[in-house]
């Protein structure tokens, strides 16, 4: 750094920020990226289902060789609006830019008055549920401790709440399996489904005393996101298109054997002394794009557990201009935030959607061919979507740096005193620089590699 440059400030290191400091580092700029957690995967580490081990590992490798690359500086365990202030480090610290790649790691909250005050007592919400999902088999593992109950409710109708729907019904199926001395394992009854395990066992989820969770679901069918709508559809398309998502949806159902209920929208709690003991819904009519309630026809829903995913959005910095639920952004093109002229949002940050198919609003189509070989499509949608991610950061980053060229560079000793005080984090953190050494150290136990060795297979 004996030479004026730019040097910019990326906070969150998954899917957005490394795609960012890749970009950067291509124009010789120096990157350093701020994660809030030991590991940069973000959503990949703690929300795609621990089934997913060859893409989750593909994805992780991908930001790895992203962040190892030269000119990006890496500081884990640091969290914007905590550890650093929002307006201090877009005034004072005096980065040519910073980007915003925090993700949406709050949950839309669910609209029933009080329904928060009983959280971990018969009610959750997605985010934490499905992290509890992938790292509870962990030896050292000291997060939210939850059971899984049979009958239990999901609200919600997007991607995400099939994997939680899914989640429920593999650990409820494997509890049962288990006490009834059936040995298989979660990676086979995910792999080969629910319904073709109990069949080559020769019995039903009635045999095993499994009634099943349902999920329950304020619109129709055909209005769940699990497929994209063209821009300005016809009623054709969105003919198509419902079709499509009915197919998904019951293609799901037969592999897993979950209920689905259709225009319920929850409105009020039930409470049984400490807990929550389930919802009343109350049906809806579809008009002209709405869902519309119909009067008198409340159903109260008894259920040991309820979990709400509605979605995702992103957690508040103290400092950071929003409207509503997401960052108030003056260019959704470029990302950039009203009030600044260095500042810039990129990925689930600027959307509030924690589904990352609509958060990016990603132009794909799912295949009809996906769709009728539904053994692996979530993974393969998964995989299409992260290919429009990096293409979209890359066009914003695109952007950002030729406004940063518009900009005089940074005096060599800038650079260097921006340098110094990125190092005396890394110390606080007790990184010492290696990633390489740390990302090893702070990786978590992997269930797969448990079974492996729990067989002999290592």
């Known amino acids: ?12 290191g998954a899917v957005a920020g490394s795609e960012a400091a890749l970009q950067l580092s291509r124009r010789g700029i120096y ?13 990949i580490e703690d929300g795609l289902p621990k089934w997913h081990v060859k893409l989750r590992n593909k994805e992780e490798e991908k930001i790895d060789e992203k962040i190892k690359q030269p000119h990006v500086f890496f500081v884990p365990k640091v969290k914007l609006g905590r550890d650093i202030d929002f307006e201090d480090v877009t005034k004072n610290w005096g980065f ?9 790691w709050k949950d839309r909250p669910l609209t029933i008055a009080g329904i928060d005050d009983y959280i971990g007592r018969g009610f959750y919400y997605q985010n934490p549920f499905v992290a509890w999902f992938n790292h509870n088999h962990e030896p050292d593992y000291d997060g939210l401790q939850l059971e899984t109950y049979d009958d239990a409710i999901v609200v919600g109708g997007g991607l995400a709440s ?15 399996l288990k006490q009834r001395g059936y040995q298989t394992g979660m990676f086979t009854l995910e792999h080969e489904g629910i319904a073709k395990i109990l069949e080559s066992l020769g019995v039903t989820l009635s045999d095993l005393g499994v009634k099943g969770c349902t999920l329950y679901y304020r619109r129709q069918v ?12 016809t009623a054709q398309q969105l003919e198509k298109v419902g079709a499509v998502r009915a197919k998904i949806l019951n293609n799901f159902q037969a592999k897993y054997l979950f209920r689905f209920r259709e225009c319920h929208a929850p409105v009020e709690k039930i409470v049984a002394g400490d ?95 996906v769709m009728d070989n539904h053994l692996h499509w ?17 066009h914003k980053i695109s952007m950002i740096s030729d406004q940063l060229t518009k900009k005089n560079l940074l005096p060599a000793e800038t650079l260097q005193a921006l340098l110094q005080r990125i190092q005396e984090w890394q110390q606080r953190v007790k990184y010492d620089g290696n990633y390489d050494r740390w990302i090893a150290s702070h990786l978590p136990p992997r269930l797969e590699n448990m079974l492996a060795d729990a067989n002999g297979q290592h």
């Open 1 to 12: 750094m004996n030479h004026p440059g730019y040097f910019v400030a990326i906070f969150g």
């Open 31 to 43: 990157t350093v990226v701020f994660e809030q957690n030991f590991l940069p995967y973000g959503k």
């Open 96 to 104: 040519s830019a910073v980007l915003l790649a925090t993700g949406a």
């Open 162 to 176: 099939l994997d939680v729907i899914k989640i429920l019904m593999l650990e409820t199926t494997l509890q049962a």
């Open 222 to 233: 055909c209005d769940m996101p699990l497929s994209p709508l063209p821009a300005n559809p």
């Open 275 to 369: 807990r929550l003991a389930g919802l009343t819904f109350r049906r809806t009519n579809m008009v002209e794009g709405k869902a519309v309630p119909i009067p008198a026809s409340d159903e109260e829903v008894r259920s040991p557990l309820v979990i709400s995913s509605i979605g995702s959005i992103p957690e508040g910095i103290a400092g950071m201009p929003a409207r509503g639920d997401v960052f108030r952004i003056r260019d959704p093109e470029s990302g950039a935030v009203e009030g600044y002229e260095n500042v810039f949002a990129l990925g689930n940050a600027v959307t509030g959607r924690g589904n990352i198919n609509d958060s990016l609003h990603h132009g794909r189509k799912v295949s009809e061919h």
């Open 378 to 394: 979530l993974e393969e949608d998964y995989e299409e979507l992260l290919r429009q991610t990096s293409r979209e950061v890359e």
